[in-house]
């Protein structure tokens, strides 16, 4: 049984895989001090990076779980995410309102997806 982890430090690995499933730690906004839109967008890029760097893609996502500061921001962060899944390739899903590790991040992903 192998398990890699990939761009670990000391409390964290960004990307782990293991049975050719790869888990990726939250994921958040590239500039915290833009608006939901702005930081659902850069969040999923960066999604989308650490999957391309683990041998994956937003296609072979099985879960997601999407922390929103305040519902609030919902329908922003969904109008988003909605216009980014591809049809047919909607993984599981849950959103739920949480406070995040710094007040000025709106949103937070935690992603599990298949290896291609």
Known sequence: MTI?????????????EHNNTIYLC???AKDANADITQQT???LEKVEELLEKAGSDKKHI????????????FAAMNE???????DG?????????ARIARPELLVEMSVIAAKK
């Open 26 to 28: 939250g994921q958040t």
């Open 89 to 97: 390739h909607q993984p599981a899903r849950a959103c739920v309102e």
């Open 41 to 43: 967008i850069t969040t």
């Open 80 to 86: 988003v995410w909605d216009n980014w899944v591809e």
């Open 4 to 16: 890699q982890r990939i761009d670990s430090t000391p409390r964290m690995s960004r990307i782990v």
């Open 62 to 73: 099985l879960s997601v779980t999407i922390y929103v500061r305040d519902m609030k921001d």
